[in-house]
């Protein structure tokens, strides 16, 4: 394979190898490779991991013999099955041809691409045990390890290390549906703790918020609702520590909770005892937001309805002044927010929303309305790309070193930096080891800074904080998911292995992928595609580049989205193509999304403007259709191949308008 485009003179960043760790790992043996160039080592350690079971299962009791006599196998019945399998085999292997190549560079469509090769071989040599994580006893070593990549992962962050919490899902739906999850228990544990309190007689607890500590019985509604989270689970510990049974008083305030008795029961109590029904509680997403807060909001018996769309700035990212407007217009109806989310790495552009100034708006929110909530992160894209800001010791490093260590090419941004070191104040991060992390799927995780939060969510004792007992006894008991693959967790911790969460690892896979898409837009912008011409949107924050298409003979944006669908057929196995077996493979591949006027409002104007149409336009057109490119392939802007895949790229984007406008 050629070098990667970062091939530069040594980071003086880095410590010395003496110092015992390791310097920086070459990309070039991280990947099976597009053409299996790393083919031998790779068939190699599989065979390995395969024989070495063998031989743990001929030395589980070795007396007991075999169960199948070699003599048994030169039966017809015996023969005819396995050819069965033979044959089966290589009719799926065969089919599976009809699949994407998404080892090749040429794949830039969605967000997959080469695995790798640690997670793969983890995956399968552990596959073969297949551990069960739902509990240690079906899982002693791989609980163990899914607890320790939550911690590598946490650490990333920069959660506090004695508080924090993690584990790992089958993706990032998941992941965001517990963090919201917490963040609704949350919010309305204060009301259970109250109504518990009653019930056990306990007097004397305060609660504390911006406006000050005030006994817990005198709190209205509003104010119950608008204790920060850390205060709310505080005040948890503090009821349970004035009780003489605490696992009566953790049942108590379990039987007196939203999810204990449901909406229904829970919001006629409210009015029963406050006058006033639940104010239908919010969650706050940029407009860019993944479309699993749609579902989560509904599933978590909030309603769809309550899910809000702060809009997103030409950037793509939260847009800070309009989310204070809309906390403005909350606090005074008096309407709680659950949670507010930022999108690290939006699904269609990558836009890396200002986490540091949402959490600025969180302080001030506190101060001058009232208002807490719970932040979370969705990561799910963006997560790895914060193993730049750390070193080899696991130490924050400053933008600089973080910039001058990705130079030639201007990444990450400092916005995105600031974003990026931010997240270690919110209260939980969803992060997909099976997006940025180079990993095969199930493999989401979601992480939590304060730990206690996860007794709200467990069902089996709830509230019992379960002195002495470990974690990893019983993974299920705290998640949303039962039975899970140990070989997920193998393989993560694999890939962590190889591959650290600081910038000799990860932040060079992830910045050199970066750097790529930064060169692709560079290509796309300086190129001349006349008579047709690119309206790309701004160079991206992670790796994602999108850009529409226009020509003088397609007179209105509706046509033009139309052209830019047939390219997009011309570039993919498109569903169209593959539903009547005309599998034509494409030389590039890109996917293709459409800028919605409804959630992105004035954000994609410019989109518009660039290929001549007005704002009336894209408002009457619905949108404006974008192609839009993900590169991970750290070594796409390396031209050492015989191929210059940027150029190639170009040229058939050519070819593919020219044929597309002429079928038109
Ligand atoms: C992919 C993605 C999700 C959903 O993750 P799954 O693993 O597909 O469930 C959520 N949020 C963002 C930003 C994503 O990119």
Redesign the pocket.
């Known amino acids: 394979m050629s070098e990667p485009a970062d091939e530069s003179p040594p980071d003086p960043t880095l410590p010395p190898t003496e110092s015992g760790l390791s310097p920086s790992i070459d990309l070039r043996s991280v990947f099976l490779g597009p053409k299996g160039e790393n083919a031998a080592v790779f068939e190699r350690l599989l065979l390995e991991a395969f024989r070495d079971h063998v031989f743990w299962r001929r030395n589980v009791h070795p007396e007991d013999g075999f169960r199948v006599q070699e003599v048994e196998k030169r039966s017809p019945s015996y023969q005819y099955s396995i050819s069965v399998l033979e044959q089966t085999l290589l009719s799926l292997l065969g089919e599976l041809k009809g699949g994407v190549p998404f080892f090749s560079p040429r794949y830039i469509g969605h967000?997959t691409s080469d695995l790798t090769m640690a997670s793969l071989i983890g995956y399968f040599a552990t596959m073969l045990y297949n551990p069960n994580n739902v509990a240690v006893e079906g899982s002693p070593v791989t609980t163990r390890l899914e607890l320790e990549v939550a911690e590598d992962l946490g650490a990333m962050v920069g959660y506090p290390a004695a508080d924090r919490w993690g584990h790992l899902t089958s993706?990032?739906?998941?992941a965001?549906f517990e963090a919201l999850w917490v963040a609704r228990n949350v919010k309305y544990l204060p009301i259970a703790v109250r109504w518990a309190a009653e019930e056990l007689q306990v007097g004397g607890l305060t609660a504390t918020s911006a406006a000050g500590s005030k006994d817990l019985g005198t709190l209205s509604l509003w104010e119950l609702l608008n204790l920060p989270p850390r205060e709310s689970l505080d005040l948890l510990d503090r009821l349970l520590a004035a009780t003489e049974d605490r696992q009566a008083a953790a049942e108590a305030v379990s039987r007196h909770s939203a999810s204990g008795m449901g909406y229904q029961s829970f919001g006629y109590r409210l009015h029963q005892h406050f006058g006033d029904a639940l104010p239908p509680a919010v969650v706050l997403v940029p407009s860019t937001a993944?479309y699993?807060f749609e579902k989560i909001c509904r599933a978590l018996g909030m309603g769809g309805n309550q899910l809000v769309h702060v809009p997103v700035d030409e950037n793509f990212r939260m847009d800070p002044a309009a989310l204070w407007r809309i906390l403005q217009d909350l606090a005074q109806r008096q309407q709680p927010v659950v949670a507010v989310v930022s999108?690290l790495?939006?699904?269609e552009e990558s836009a890396v929303d200002r986490v540091d100034r949402v959490e600025e708006l969180r302080t001030r929110a506190g101060e001058e309305l009232g208002l807490a909530w719970h932040h979370h992160v969705?990561a799910?894209?963006g997560g790895y790309a914060l193993s730049v800001t750390r070193d080899a010791a696991g130490r924050r490093r400053g933008f600089q070193s973080t910039l001058a260590d990705q130079a030639p090419e201007a990444w990450p941004s400092e916005s995105v930096y600031r974003a990026l070191v931010a997240v270690e104040q919110t209260d939980s991060v969803?992060i997909?080891p099976?997006?940025f992390g180079f990993i095969p799927y199930p493999a989401?995780a979601v992480c939590f800074r304060d730990r206690r939060s996860r007794e709200l969510v467990s069902v089996e004792a709830p509230y019992v904080f379960h002195s002495g007992a470990p974690d990893s006894a019983h993974l299920g008991r705290f998640i949303l998911e039962g039975s899970k693959p140990g070989a997920a967790a193998a393989a993560v911790w694999m890939a962590h292995q190889v591959l650290p969460l600081d910038a000799r690892g990860y932040g060079r896979l992830i910045g050199a992928s970066s750097r790529g898409a930064l060169a692709l837009h560079r290509r796309l912008a300086a190129g001349d595609f006349s008579p047709f011409h690119l309206s790309l949107l701004p160079p991206p924050d992670l790796n994602i580049v999108c850009f529409a298409v226009g020509h003088p003979s397609l007179g209105t944006l509706s046509e033009t989205n139309q052209f830019v669908h047939r390219l997009y057929q011309a570039l993919s196995l498109s569903t169209e193509t593959t539903a009547t077996h005309r599998v034509e493979r494409p030389d590039y591949f890109v996917t293709k999304t459409v800028l919605r006027a409804e959630e992105y409002g004035g954000a994609a104007v410019p989109v518009a403007a660039r290929l001549g149409f007005d704002e009336a336009a894209y408002r009457e057109a619905g949108g404006v259709a974008v192609l839009r490119c993900t590169v991970m392939d750290p070594f796409l802007a390396a031209s050492r191949d015989r191929v210059d895949y940027l150029e190639g790229f170009a040229a058939t984007l050519r070819q593919v308008m020219v044929a597309a406008l002429a079928t038109g």
């Open positions: 967000m993706g990032g739906t998941v965001n993944h699993s999108v790495g939006t699904t969705d799910a894209w969803t997909d099976h997006k989401g």
